[in-house]
C-alpha cells in the first residue's frame, strides 16, 4: 500500500514501550491535536515461544477501539508494520495487547498542510 497526499511530513523520534502481561496497553501518549500520522509499527518478541499481538487504535471522537491489526510474532524475531498512514486526532490513543517480553516501537510523522 502506498499513501500520497498533500502534507510534507517530519519524522519524529520513535516511542518504544515494553509490554507488561497481556492486557491492553496505551502505547507514548494520548495525541493532542491532528499534526500526527503513525507511519509504521515493530513489534520485537524476546519471549521463549510465539505470541499473538494486536494493534489497536482509540476513536476518541466515537469512544471506539478499532483492531488494526493481529498477527504471531515468532520467538525472537520482530514484525514491522510499514506503510500504515493512520491520522490520529485529538484524543485519539494507539493501544497494543501481546505479552511480558514483547516491545511495541512506533513512528509518527508530523503533518504540516501544504494547501486546505
Not at 500520497?4 to 507514548?28: E, R
Amino acid at each position: 500500500m502506498s499513501v500520497t497526499g498533500f502534507y510534507n511530513g517530519n519524522v519524529q523520534v520513535p516511542v518504544s514501550q515494553p509490554l507488561s502481561g497481556a492486557g491492553v496497553t496505551k502505547i507514548g501518549d494520548t495525541a493532542k491535536n491532528d499534526s500526527q500520522t503513525l507511519a509504521s509499527v515493530a513489534f520485537c518478541n524476546d519471549n521463549a515461544g510465539t505470541v499473538t499481538c494486536q494493534l489497536r487504535w482509540y476513536d476518541a471522537a466515537n469512544a471506539v477501539e478499532h483492531l488494526v491489526w493481529q498477527g504471531p510474532v515468532e520467538t525472537k524475531k520482530s514484525i514491522v508494520l510499514d506503510n500504515l498512514p493512520l491520522r490520529l486526532v485529538s484524543g485519539d490513543e494507539i493501544r497494543a495487547v501481546g505479552n511480558t517480553g514483547v516491545s511495541v516501537t512506533l513512528v509518527y510523522i508530523m503533518n504540516f498542510a501544504l494547501s486546505r
